[in-house]
């Protein structure tokens, strides 16, 4: 039972560490307020009303304002990993060899094993059931 524990909180602790240094970035292209397209591993793809540049040829004063929106959406993980117990103080040396000696006392096992009904006397038999059967033991 202990090893199961053991394993099962190993691998918990192992999903944690790995979704703590996991990033991810989200493209999402809107146009107006509506969602066109959104993206997990590239860009968003877009949806065609992009102002077109103006040529060289026609010159403008004024810039008209486009009505799509890109959206970019960045979760970046943990990166510095690398604890060592020579950054700890003292004081939590010391806590943890007590948290750790006394989590490893919790899990002590049994002296011997324990019959719950050793005690009570088995039950009084009325008939004898293998001479009303005719079952022998040859």
Not at 73 to 84: A, E, P, R, W
Not at 104 to 118: A, M
Request: aromatic fraction near 14%.
């Amino acid at each position: 039972m202990k090893r199961v524990l053991f394993q099962i909180s190993s691998f918990l602790m192992a999903l944690v560490v790995l979704f703590s240094t996991f990033s991810f970035t989200v493209a999402q292209h809107y146009c107006g307020d509506d969602l066109v397209d959104f993206s997990f591993f590239g860009q968003a793809e877009s949806c065609g009303m992009e102002i077109q540049q103006p040529s060289d040829s026609h010159k403008h004063n004024f810039v008209k304002k486009d009505c799509c929106d890109d959206v970019t959406l960045s979760i970046s993980g943990q990166n510095d990993l690398k604890l060592s117990l020579e950054k700890l103080s003292f004081e939590q040396q010391q806590f943890v060899v007590l948290f750790v000696y006394s989590y490893l006392n919790l899990f002590e096992g049994l002296q011997e094993n324990i019959v719950p009904f050793s005690h009570y006397p088995p039950p009084l038999l009325v008939r004898d059931i293998q001479i009303l059967d005719q079952t022998f033991l040859i």
